[in-house]
Each structure stands twice: as C-alpha cells, then as structure tokens.
C-alpha cells in the first residue's frame, strides 16, 4: 500500500510510503482522496496527521507521469477536498516538501516540522508552475514578496524561516510522529485558523510587482514558466483566489506540453543519471582529501578554487615564485568576488584560503591523493608533468590530465600505474562551470573511474563520459558549429545574421561573437599545428584574419571590431575586407533556416560521436552542450532538437 493509516486515540495517521521520494502518482492520490471521505465519516476521529516516510514529506509529483494524459483525480481536487475536511488535517514534515508535496501541505490547516524540513516549488525548472494551488495557497499564508521569490524565483525555505513567514506553526524535534500527535491534541482545544485559501492577503504596492517582473526577466531569459508563475500568483491577488486557480491550472496544463517543458524534462532526467553511470554503480571510489593542481594560470587557479569550495585541502604547483603569486592572489580575487556577491562570508573566504598551499615545485604533492595537471597545451610540456609526478607521488594517487584535445594515452606513455590515469576536462572558469568531461584511457581503473564521478559530485558539477578523440564531446561539436557558421559566410550570408539568428534561438552569443570572445588564435594555431603534422586543412576567413593580427577582443578586432573597455561588437569593413577573397555574394537567409543549418551540423556530429562510442547516450551529449558551450537550456541541447524535428509531422 502506497499510503498507509494507523490509528492513535482518535488520530489518524496518513503516512505516503512510494519510494524513493513519496512521490504523488494517481494511486496515491485516489488513496488520500478515498481516506479523506472515509475519515470524515468516522465518529471515532478528531483529526488526521499526513507525514511522509523514511527522511522526507514528498517530493511532489510523479515526474513519470508528465509523459501520459493527466488523470483523475487531480492534484487540486484532492487536495480542496482535504482542506474542505471535517476532521482537520495536520502536515507533519521532515526533510523536503517539494512541489506538489508542498501544495498538499498548504491544503493542511496547520503544519509542524522537523529542523530538517525544506520547502519549495521547483516547477519552474521543469518550464510548469506549480498547479494545484501553489500560486494561490502561499501567499495567502506566508505574504505576497516572500511566496514570489518560493513560486518564480526559485527559492527554497528552511525550517527557522519557514516559521518565521508562518509556513510552519511549531518546530517538532524527532521523533516526529510522537511530538504532533501531541501538538495536535492540544490545537484541537484551540480555534483552528481557517483554511489557507480563506485566508486574507494582502495586496502589495504596484512597485512590488514590477520590481519583480523585471528581477525574473533579467535572471530567467528564454524561460516563460518564471513569469507566467508570477502572472498566476497576481491575478489571484487582484481577482481573487478562484481566478487565481483558475489562472494557474489553465498555465500549467498549457506548459506541461510545451517543447521548453519537454526539454527541460529531457534534461532533468539526463543529470540526474550522469552522476551514477551503471557500470559504476556499487563501485567505491578512493578517498580523496588533498588535491595537486600544477600549473596556477586562468584553469589551474580555476580548478584549485573549485577544489577549496568542495572542502579539500589544495596544494598549487608553480614555477617560480612570481607565479606562485600570481596564482594565490587569482584564487584571493575568487573568493573575494564571491563575498562581494553575498555567496560566502569574509570568514568562509579565509578559511578556503587557509586550506591553500602553494609550491615552487612539487613539494607537497607526495601527500595529495589526487594530483590534477592543468598546464599549457602541449604535448611534450604535459609528458614532462607526469614524467616528474609518476616518481614523486604515492603509487595509489590518482592523477589526471585537464588536456582539450590531446589524446590522453599519449600524455600518459611510460607513467608507472598507468591504471591510476585518467583525463578530468574542465571548462573556464572551472570554479563556475558545470560541466566535467571525464575521459578514462582503456588502463584506467574502475575505482579511479568511480573517483572522477565522485569527485563532479563533490563540486557540484555534470559529469559526462568522453571517449578519446580530437576534442573529445564539446570540442568536436564545437569545431563542427563553428566551420558550419563560417561555411554560411562563405556562402555569403553576413556574419550579423548569423550571430542574431542563434541569440534570437537562445544562446547568449553568436558563434562570431563566441569566437571573438575567446580568441581567434587558438583554433588558429590547432590548425597550424594539424598543418604542420601534413594534413589537408584548408584556409579559412579565421586564418586571414588572425594572420591580419585581428584575434578578438583582446586586440581591438576580429569578425567585429571593438572600442577600447568595451565588448559590444561593431560591424566590421576591415574584416569584411580580410576575408573578401574567401566570401560569395552576399545572401540572404532567414533566422529560422540559419538555425535548422546550425543545429543540423551539430546533431550529425552527435551522431558520428555516438556511432564512433565517443559518448554513451544522446543525452550525455545534450549535457555537455548545455552544460559547457551555453546551448540553451529551455532548448535540451541538439539531439533533443534533432529528435523533435524528425518527430514533426510532414
């Protein structure tokens, strides 16, 4: 039984028992729609206590079920009729109230929770609002500016604030059970607050409401469920709690079948397997407390930050004390940034620093249990890290290489242990990042795989598997995005039509404006080198205009041209001039076809990936692009893409 009833001197006990999570799937609600009536019919009780069981309330709807047609009875049904209850129902909480766990709660006429309870409304990142009463039922309890911030914003609320907003009436101490049992026979000597939707709110001023729009605009760009939450929770306020409800189940079931919510699904799922991979399921990783960074520049720096955040103890390797310096006071300007930003204290700052030991060579990294190299992009200056670490460190550290394209197996000839090795590509800045490919060389132990991924648990990042080739995922598809982009230019379609065509789909930046950004001389100076090697690779539009000292930004120009401290693109005659010899007569293409074009690319090289078991799943590369490239996320990343377009009617 899903929901389970037992009886205690004239209180009934409704515990939700669905593993994992308690989620509220259509048996578990015909079962507490059925004991709702059913209690109300019995003499012998005074009241009823729903509860979760094991460390959690619900954590909402059964996510399973957005796939299929909504089926009775509804969410909002079950939980106006136990609000409507003769016999009053108490929510007792521990752990998290989540979604529609947190709308069952509302419908309660009273709540008490552990120190350990959670509460939110997380539709919002699945592109749905909450639809069973969310909008109306908070802020009619917890005040308009404060429920804005839990419905669209996004907000989770703990235990002492949820009392404080008056979310929670008591805070119980485990055990749980025992405690409302008690605070309930004491209520029921007492007048009942009315039901949550009884209850007056009070309307807020006008600047309220529109601070708010455009607080959610600015952070939520390419999401609509944000504001149509805010828009659901307004119209209750003005039109009345009916309306409301009205509103926000007519928004919820209209966005429950949209592509963004189907996206946002379609990526739910993927990071929430990527960080349990199958065949490493049950595996134990090695204990890692100390981590070895070598080499304090933009990514090493970045990984040391993101490693200190986690709670580990860092040793930062260097050449010389300037660098040494330099890489202290980058990792300094980390945190302090951060603190400014009201993310961590100025004593949480000290203490991450304290954790930080930096090092003219490699004293130090003996101790570390897993050592991270993250120098320049060079073969034989990678070869000549490891040659020094295989004699310096513990036979059982683990170490790993931070290489973008090299084939890891070569960085690794002649390292003692080889099944310690494995590739951890992080991506700038790694401390903010979230992406982690994780490339294991065909030596590389199970355990040591089981490291990787525990590690991008501990960071709070994605962990995807990559198999070895040039670029490895994100690199390659990057590659294909950015020769498809300049194949338009080619072609004759302006470089602006590109760039808006893709921010006009999502993305924060054009390809041209990507490449100017990051700089136009390192894929330049990747195909030198593949010159160099002998292979055929042809002159594009980019080498003209690195060759023409125009790398981006950082020099004033490159596809665009830029004024000194500022970052806005200007069109370019200087550039058009470049690369003239390469470009056709200029063509004109719609927004929509240059996005088909782009997308296609992409997805085809997706394919190839998959084929080649590059990577494990279309998902993992949805991941990786999203996660490391800025696909947007209310899009699901180009596979997703390619499967809703053959999925299209004809």
């Given at each position: 039984m899903t929901v389970n009833v037992d009886i205690d001197g004239g209180i009934a006990i409704v515990t939700i028992a669905n593993p994992p999570v308690n989620a509220i799937n259509k048996t578990v609600r015909e079962r507490l729609l059925a004991l709702a009536q059913e209690l109300d019919g019995d003499p012998a009780i005074r009241a009823v206590v729903l509860t979760g069981a094991g460390t959690l309330f619900v954590a909402g709807a059964d996510i399973a079920e957005f796939?299929?047609?909504?089926?009775?009875?509804?969410?909002?049904?079950?939980?106006?009729?136990?609000?409507?209850?003769?016999?009053?129902?108490?929510?007792?909480?521990?752990?998290?109230?989540?979604g529609g766990g947190l709308e069952l709660a509302l419908g309660c006429r009273l709540r008490v929770a552990t120190g350990t309870a959670r509460f939110a409304l997380p539709e919002v990142n699945l592109g749905i609002i909450p639809g069973a009463g969310g909008t109306q039922r908070l802020p009619r309890v917890t005040g308009v500016a404060e429920a804005i911030r839990v419905v669209a914003e996004n907000h989770t609320v703990d235990a002492a604030e949820a009392v404080r907003l008056g979310l929670v009436d008591a805070l119980i101490e485990e055990p749980l059970l025992p405690g409302a049992i008690a605070f309930v026979r004491e209520a029921l000597e007492k007048t009942l607050p009315p039901p949550s939707l009884d209850r007056r709110p009070s309307a807020p001023a006008q600047e309220v409401w529109t601070e708010a729009e455009k607080r959610i605009a600015s952070r939520t760009k390419g999401a609509?469920?944000?504001?149509?939450?805010?828009?659901?929770?307004?119209?209750?306020?003005?039109?009345?709690?009916?309306?409301?409800?009205?509103?926000?189940?007519?928004?919820?079931?209209?966005l429950r079948g949209s592509e963004e919510t189907a996206a946002l699904r379609h990526l739910f799922f993927a990071e929430r397997a990527a960080l349990r991979p199958a065949d490493i399921r049950g595996i134990a990783p090695r204990l890692v407390a100390t981590a070895g960074v070598v080499g304090g520049g933009t990514m090493g720096s970045g990984i040391a930050a993101a490693l200190l955040n986690a709670g580990l103890s860092v040793v930062l390797v260097e050449q010389d004390t300037a660098g040494v310096s330099r890489a202290?006071?980058?990792?300094?300007?980390?945190?302090?940034?951060?603190?400014?930003?009201?993310?961590?204290?100025?004593?949480?700052?000290?203490?991450?620093?304290?954790r930080l030991e930096t090092s003219i060579g490699y004293d130090g990294v003996d101790r570390c249990d897993l050592v991270i190299e993250a120098v320049f992009e060079d073969l034989a200056v990678k070869?000549?890290?490891?040659?020094?670490?295989?004699?310096?460190?513990?036979?059982?550290?683990?170490?790993?290489?931070?290489?973008?394209y090299i084939d890891p197996r070569l960085i690794a000839e002649g390292?003692?242990?080889?099944?310690?090795?494995?590739?951890?590509?992080?991506?700038?800045?790694?401390?903010?990042?979230?992406?982690?490919?994780?490339?294991?060389?065909?030596?590389t132990a199970p355990d040591v795989l089981a490291t990787g991924f525990d590690l991008a648990r501990r960071l709070g990042?994605?962990?995807?598997?990559?198999?070895?080739?040039?670029?490895?995922?994100?690199?390659?598809?990057?590659?294909?995005?950015?020769?498809?982009?300049?194949?338009?230019?080619?072609?004759?379609?302006?470089?602006?039509?590109?760039?808006?065509?893709?921010?006009?789909?999502?993305?924060?930046?054009?390809?041209?404006?990507?490449?100017?950004?990051?700089?136009?001389?390192?894929?330049?100076?990747?195909?030198?080198?593949?010159?160099?090697?002998?292979?055929?690779?042809?002159?594009?539009?980019?080498?003209?205009?690195?060759?023409?000292?125009?790398?981006?930004?950082?020099?004033?120009?490159?596809?665009?041209?830029?004024?000194?401290?500022?970052?806005?693109?200007?069109?370019?005659?200087?550039?058009?001039?470049?690369?003239?010899?390469?470009?056709?007569?200029?063509?004109?293409?719609?927004?929509?076809?240059?996005?088909?074009r782009l997308m296609a690319a992409m997805a085809q090289e997706g394919q190839a990936i998959l084929k080649e078991g590059i990577a494990a799943s279309a998902a993992d590369i949805d991941l990786v692009e999203v996660h490391g490239y800025g696909f947007p996320r209310t899009r699901g990343g180009p596979m997703f893409q390619m499967g809703r377009a053959e999925a299209k009617p004809i």
């Open positions: 796939d299929r047609p909504v089926e009775p009875p509804f969410l909002p049904d079950v939980i106006a009729r136990i609000e409507r209850a003769e016999k009053p129902w108490i929510a007792a909480i521990r752990g998290a109230a989540l609509s469920a944000p504001l149509q939450a805010l828009e659901a929770l307004k119209c209750g306020i003005e039109q009345g709690a009916e309306a409301g409800l009205a509103r926000e189940r007519s928004t919820f079931l209209s202290r006071d980058a990792i300094a300007g980390l945190f302090e940034a951060s603190r400014r930003r009201g993310q961590i204290t100025g004593d949480e700052a000290a203490e991450r620093l304290n070869r000549a890290v490891f040659a020094a670490l295989g004699h310096i460190c513990r036979p059982d550290a683990i170490l790993a290489t931070n290489t973008s390292l003692p242990g080889p099944e310690r090795f494995l590739g951890l590509h992080f991506f700038s800045p790694a401390q903010i990042m979230k992406l982690l490919e994780i490339v294991p060389t065909p030596e990042k994605i962990p995807v598997r990559a198999g070895i080739c040039d670029g490895f995922i994100g690199n390659r598809i990057l590659r294909r995005f950015r020769a498809e982009a300049e194949a338009l230019a080619r072609g004759g379609v302006p470089i602006a039509a590109v760039d808006a065509a893709m921010r006009g789909f999502g993305f924060a930046m054009g390809p041209f404006e990507m490449q100017d950004m990051a700089g136009l001389d390192i894929a330049f100076l990747h195909r030198e080198a593949a010159r160099a090697r002998g292979e055929p690779v042809p002159v594009l539009p980019g080498d003209l205009l690195v060759r023409a000292g125009r790398k981006g930004q950082k020099t004033g120009g490159g596809w665009y041209d830029y004024a000194p401290g500022d970052r806005r693109p200007r069109p370019s005659a200087e550039a058009e001039r470049i690369i003239a010899p390469l470009v056709g007569p200029r063509t004109e293409m719609a927004g929509e076809a240059i996005v088909a």
